[in-house]
């Protein structure tokens, strides 16, 4: 538990002093001063903790962009970027199979194959290589 902070302890020390010159008649008035304080101060610790959490994880993320990992949340953009191509592939094959039949259609879903292969290998520079093995292995006896 952190230490005591001095100017809350100010603060209750003052509180009760007034209690004292004004008479019971004040507690309520008083308890409700001294506890909005308290509560400001700890609204204050959350948020200077909070910011410095967010902070943390955007250097993280900025970190993982620039060394080429993919971040925690790499799966959830992955999925993200699934469904909207499959959302839109309903409309775009409609369309390519209304206006030029079969040949469309294929045309059409080759084109969203091939954005969601850019899109995998940009994203993830190491998706689609071999892990762990040499190429060059694959042929030596």
């Known amino acids: ?56 994880q955007q250097m993280n993320a900025a970190r993982d962009a620039r060394s080429g990992r993919p971040s925690e949340d790499s799966w959830g953009e992955r999925f993200g970027f699934g469904v909207v191509s499959l959302v839109l592939s309903v409309p775009l094959s409609a369309i390519g199979a209304v206006n030029a039949g079969l040949a469309g259609l294929i045309v059409t879903w080759a084109g969203i194959v091939g954005v969601n292969a850019v899109h995998a290998r940009l994203r993830f520079p190491r998706f689609g290589e071999s892990r762990g093995r040499d190429s060059a292995s694959d042929w030596e006896p």
């Open 1 to 56: 538990m952190d230490a005591p902070d001095p100017e809350l302890k100010k603060e209750l020390d003052a509180t009760l002093h007034t209690r004292r010159d004004l008479g019971e008649e004040y507690d309520s008035a008083l308890i409700e001063s001294f506890l909005e304080k308290v509560e400001h101060r700890i609204d204050t610790t959350i948020d200077r903790r909070v910011r410095r959490q967010v902070a943390e």
